[in-house]
């Protein structure tokens, strides 16, 4: 294993490859009883098409959120069973570009280590468990479907983005589902739970060297050809939608109000622009901005006003959202106070201050076993370091986020997602 010192942070990362082309990270927190293992596929809810070997795949729409659900049926019973009586506390979760299986655990760390990574190197499931599966996951769809909150970002996306799947559910609908059989998740575990294709990170008081023999011992040995996903052509021009309206049973509006950018291809730039929209955002909109300040004050937000930035393999967007009785007011004055700072000129001494409060925050985090684990995977899949992130923040200027504002905050990017209640004149 190559071991490396992060003296800026404080921190020790062994890292290593294996044969099969599994990526393999450890970070030892020696004194810590608690110890969190996390792998992770690069194969989220997006990679719905792709090729394989010179064949193109398509396949419906909850794939990965159903295979994730059917993982942890082992050779040997439920996989949670075995964390249960080992005493971990064992999870997954599937998103837009990544599937991921964790556990934490103080005691018994080699044993659920094994359970982990057996539960993803061989695949267990018949016609008739997958079938019974179906009513599970499509009763989770349902529960979605009357969320407010999932539905402002599904209506957002839908109107943001024309081909990308990031228009579509991450558990699919019930009609997708419909459509997957045992076939269409053995095809799909072949292709992206390949070792080659997956990253294991664990965090604590452990023995990197015995959790790389463990991780030989226990993967398949051969080294894979990795899948190369389809997400159809890229989104360029204007959003095809610039509102959203649905009503729901809630008692106030809600709403998202988001700006599509364009990233760079770079993994290395586009978390740099990643940076400066975030930045952008706090300048524009963020707690300490004058626009907060004064919807604050006219009773057009409340203290759940947020911004952030988010991206999807080829997709991104800053988004805005709360809770707010005239949302287009809050569009507008966004879109004005833009303007302003744009032909007046951003601070640099707020830019400065919110730069070094940013860093700060990140290396809060790594206090956080989980947090460590999750960013060095989806860093990792981008195609970067995640402990490099001050020499990125380092890099990004007062004039990335200023270009970042002009061309990302105008109305042709624009897309405001509103959920009202049913009752609402």
């Known amino acids: 294993m190559n071991c490396k010192d992060v003296a800026r942070l404080g921190e020790r990362v062994y890292e290593a490859e294996l044969p099969n082309g599994l990526s393999i990270r450890v970070v030892p927190k020696p004194g810590f009883s608690r110890k969190y293992a996390l792998i992770a596929a690069d194969y989220g809810s997006a990679d719905t098409k792709f090729t394989l070997n010179g064949k193109t795949v398509t396949t419906p729409d909850g794939v990965a959120h159903y295979l994730e659900h059917k993982m942890f049926d082992t050779p040997k019973g439920d996989a949670m069973e075995q964390f249960a009586a080992m005493g971990a506390s064992p999870n997954a979760f599937t998103s837009y570009d990544m599937t991921a299986y964790y556990f934490s655990c103080t005691e ?144 106030m509006p809600s709403f998202a109000l988001g700006f599509r950018c364009e990233l760079p291809e770079d993994g290395w730039e586009s978390l740099k622009w990643e940076i400066a929209a975030d930045l952008g955002a706090e300048l524009l909109a963020g707690e300490s901005s004058a626009l907060y300040q004064r919807l604050y004050e006219e009773n057009l937000i409340d203290s759940d006003f947020s911004g952030g930035f988010e991206c999807v393999r080829g997709v991104g967007l800053v988004s805005f959202t709360g809770d707010s009785a005239e949302p287009e007011a809050v569009r507008d004055a966004l879109l004005e106070e833009c303007e302003r700072l744009l032909r007046e000129g951003l601070d640099e001494d707020a830019f400065r201050r919110l730069k070094k409060s940013a860093v700060g925050r990140r290396i809060r985090d790594l206090d956080s076993f989980e947090s460590i684990c999750y960013r060095i995977c989806a860093n990792f899949f981008d195609g970067v370091d995640y402990f490099r992130f001050p020499e990125a923040y380092a890099e990004v200027t007062l004039e990335d986020v200023r270009l970042f504002l002009e061309k990302t905050v105008c109305p042709e990017r624009m897309v405001l997602s509103v959920i009202e209640p049913k009752e609402r004149d």
């Open 108 to 251: 018994h760390f080699e044993e659920n280590l094994r359970t982990l990574l057996e539960m993803v190197a061989v695949p267990c499931f018949t016609e008739e468990s997958v079938e019974k599966e179906r009513d599970i996951i499509g009763q989770e769809i349902l529960m979605y479907e009357d969320s407010a909150d999932s539905k402002l970002f599904e209506e957002l996306f839908t109107a943001m983005f024309r081909h990308h799947p990031i228009r579509v559910p991450i558990a699919g609908t019930v009609q997708s589902i419909a459509q997957i059989t045992a076939e269409t998740l053995n095809t799909c575990f072949d292709a992206f739970y390949a070792p080659s294709n997956m990253m294991l990170c664990v965090v604590g008081d452990v023995d990197p060297a015995q959790v790389v023999r463990i991780a030989e011992e226990l993967l398949p040995k051969d080294r894979k050809e990795r899948p190369v996903p389809d997400y159809g052509p890229a989104e360029t021009g204007e959003c095809p939608c610039h509102e959203s309206l649905r009503r729901m049973e809630v008692s």
